[in-house]
Every structure is written in structure tokens, then in C-alpha cells.
């Protein structure tokens, strides 16, 4: 329990741009430990984005309990919210006394393009472990061994809805799109599709 609450501060206290920065991390830690493979932190990870709540959090809790139980998810989940909890405490004092400060404007500025550059490493990641399930990450030769045309198709369906459907001059609810995902996962796994 003690790793994971270590490996869970590190991630929390090392990643910035939200939890899908964090994506990389978990994984590459998960997989060093042989905890478990891509492609079961990648539904892990699927499950997560769907509850209420942080991410990162929520994938934190779901690693430690599926690794060590009720204990493991408390040490997890403490670890990835206590860096968080530690520094927003420490900046709120020095923020308000250095806004004006070129060395901090300076820093978000760099972590900004950091943080764009970790959270589309998760997402190819995520996608590849998505598409192409029995390859490993760029394993290009076990491609067409098992690409999911299923997933392919509602990856591009969610994609183009959210990037073009309008309802009544509104932009849909992603918690609609996430819901219909599910819905037709279900669907078609109780059918045998899948």
C-alpha cells in the first residue's frame, strides 16, 4: 500500500493539466509494477471518465482497490489529492502576493504546452489501446490481428458529434454522447457483437 500511495503523490505531484496528463504516468507505473496490462488500465480508465468526479481520483481509487482492496483505494486516493491539496493551499498565499510576477507568468505559460503535449500522449495511448487491442503500444506488424472496427466507429461517431451536432442551436451534452457509448456497448456486447 505504501507504493501505491508513493506512486499516486508522485503523479499527483508531478502532473499538471488535468487528470488526463496524468494518463501516461498511471500507466507506465502500472505497467513497471506489473500491476496490469494496457489494455486493462485502458477500461479502467473508461469507467473512470464516466463517474462523477476527478479522473485522476477516480482512476487512483479504482487502481488501489483493484490491486489491494478498500485499503489500497484510500492510500491511492490520498496520495493523488495531496499534492493537490498542499500546493493550491501554498499558491493561493503566494499568488495573491506575486500575481504580477513574470517569473510565474512565465511558468504557466511553459506548462501549458507541456500539459497539451501529456494529455495527447494519453489520448493516442488510450485510442491505440482502444483500436488496437492485441498490439502492444506501436506494435504496427500485430495491427490487423484484432482492430476493433466497433471501436473505430464509435470513437468516429462521439468524435463528429461533438465536434458538429447542434441541438436547437445548442452544443450536445458529452454526457449524452457518454451514455448513448455505454448504451451501444451494452447493446451490442449482450448481442455477441463484440
Not at 496528463?21 to 479502467?44: C, K, N, V
Not at 505559460?109 to 487491442?133: C, D, H
Amino acid at each position: 500500500m505504501i507504493s501505491l500511495f508513493t506512486m499516486f503523490f508522485r503523479i499527483g505531484l508531478f502532473t499538471f493539466g488535468g487528470g488526463y496528463a496524468a494518463y501516461p504516468l498511471i500507466l507506465d507505473g502500472l505497467l513497471t509494477r506489473g500491476w496490469m496490462s494496457e489494455a486493462q488500465f485502458a477500461d479502467i480508465w473508461g469507467v473512470c471518465n464516466m463517474l462523477p468526479g476527478a479522473v485522476a481520483v477516480n482512476t487512483a481509487a479504482f487502481v488501489g482497490y483493484r490491486t489491494h482492496g478498500v485499503s489500497g483505494a484510500l492510500a491511492a486516493a490520498f496520495g493523488a489529492i495531496l499534492p493537490s491539496l498542499s500546493l493550491v493551499i501554498i499558491a493561493t498565499y503566494f499568488i495573491a502576493r506575486v500575481n504580477k510576477s513574470r517569473i510565474l507568468k512565465g511558468a504557466f505559460y511553459g506548462l501549458r504546452p507541456a500539459a497539451s503535449g501529456l494529455i495527447m500522449a494519453a489520448a493516442f495511448r488510450m485510442a491505440w489501446a482502444t483500436f488496437f487491442p492485441k498490439a502492444g503500444l506501436l506494435e504496427f506488424a500485430k495491427i490487423a490481428d484484432g482492430v476493433s472496427i466497433f471501436a473505430v466507429a464509435l470513437f468516429a461517431a462521439a468524435f463528429l458529434v461533438m465536434l458538429k451536432v447542434k441541438i436547437k442551436n445548442k452544443p450536445v451534452n458529452p454526457i449524452l454522447v457518454i451514455i448513448g457509448a455505454a448504451a451501444t456497448g451494452i447493446v451490442c456486447g449482450s448481442a455477441g457483437l463484440l
